[in-house]
């Protein structure tokens, strides 16, 4: 586009300016109104897809961004030669453009996570399939956003002077071998390729119950350096990624998020394990908690005081499992206690005979020979 004819019509630096900047505006408003109209044709066509919705949402005012600085750009590429910060107006613009495109891949790498995420609900009782898709998305889309950045940063430097080897050598850097050796030379974006490897190899994911160095917690969220474990009394732990790949840690529902729960219980032997095995039936069939897949009593360990009885029961989840065990446990004390009272925990005492035998005569001994030194009682 050629607005050479502004300069006949107009001398002077200033009038060229001022037409320009008019120019600009209307080109601008053309472009607003040509993505307003574009953006509702792609909605009305697209109804039924669930991305393409998404991403003219997400990405409504990135790509709105793109079109008016296009538009802009397309303006000062023809502008007189003679029109006033030309050159650094033409560098902000194609700076301004290639961050708006950056964003604009951004967006849609956000739209593309929604859509994946929307498609598979995690709010489902059976979620492990959800759950390793939700954390394979975030961590894949986070490391994307990092290599979109990354490249924008390049493209950036490419059109500055005096940075363009900069910017080069930048670029070649995120070709993949080189972002993989770049990166793994580098402890903090060591986190990185740990993301990676958390996300496809999955040792974790979100809403995983984990044991970490003592502490039970479910992963609330997975960035591109951290783990956020939501600790059961509301504290987090945060854990950095390569932790998780270098130590060994628990995790109750990798493969499933049924899990068993267990309740000890030290009583004495004269219980009858029979009666205590038919109320521990019982409160389980009775419990809604109890997902109908185990409830088993055994004698698991006996000394020479009590024995210890295991009650074993299962459950949908730990946290479901955890209110079950409580219940369990509440229920039988409170049954033993009515019923036999005397199988509680008790600490015995013997007498042997012999023992009392000896003692006796010990103390005769002992009275005799007070009588001969004191003499006999008044």
Request: aromatic content about 8%.
């Amino acid at each position: 586009m050629d607005f050479n004819f502004l300069s006949t019509l107009h001398e002077g630096p200033l009038r060229s300016g001022l037409i320009v900047l008019l120019t600009i505006i209307i080109f601008g408003l053309i472009a607003v109104i040509l993505h307003r109209v574009g953006i509702l044709l792609l909605r009305r066509l697209a109804r039924n897809r669930p991305f393409t919705t998404n991403a003219s949402f997400i990405a409504f005012r990135a790509s709105r961004t793109c079109m008016v600085l296009f538009a802009t750009r397309v303006v000062l590429t023809g502008a007189p030669d003679n029109t006033p910060w030309l050159i650094p107006l033409s560098y902000i613009t194609s700076v301004a453009l290639i961050l708006a495109l950056t964003w604009l891949a951004m967006r849609c790498i956000e739209s593309v996570s929604v859509t994946v995420i929307n498609r598979h609900p995690s709010d489902v009782i059976d979620n492990l399939k959800a759950r390793r898709v939700l954390t394979q998305t975030r961590v894949l889309a986070r490391s994307a956003h990092f290599i979109v950045g990354l490249l924008g940063l390049g493209f950036v430097l490419l059109t500055l002077p005096g940075a363009k080897q900069f910017g080069a050598s930048l670029l070649a850097s995120a070709g993949v071998a080189g972002l993989v050796a770049g990166m793994a030379a580098r402890p903090v974006l060591g986190n990185f390729i740990a993301g990676l490897q958390i996300a496809f190899s999955q040792p974790i994911r979100i809403d995983d119950v984990l044991i970490v160095q003592g502490e039970w917690g479910r992963v609330e969220e997975i960035t591109g350096t951290f783990v956020v474990v939501r600790i059961w009394d509301e504290r987090r732990m945060i854990v950095p990624l390569q932790w998780f790949i270098e130590n060994p840690f628990e995790n109750w529902t990798h493969s499933s998020s049924t899990i068993l729960g267990t309740v000890f219980l030290w009583l004495d032997f004269a219980v009858p394990v029979a009666a205590l095995r038919e109320e521990f039936e019982r409160i389980c069939k009775a419990s809604s908690l109890w997902d109908k897949r185990v409830c088993v009593l055994h004698v698991t360990d006996a000394t020479d005081r009590a024995m210890q009885i295991r009650l074993l029961t299962s459950a949908q989840d730990s946290g479901i499992a955890f209110a079950l065990r409580c219940a369990i446990r509440e229920e039988m004390i409170a049954f033993i206690a009515k019923n036999y009272p005397q199988a509680l925990p008790r600490l015995r005492s013997t007498l042997d005979p012999l023992e009392i035998r000896t003692a006796a005569h010990t103390n005769a001994d002992a009275d005799a020979m007070t009588t001969i030194i004191d003499g006999p009682p008044n």
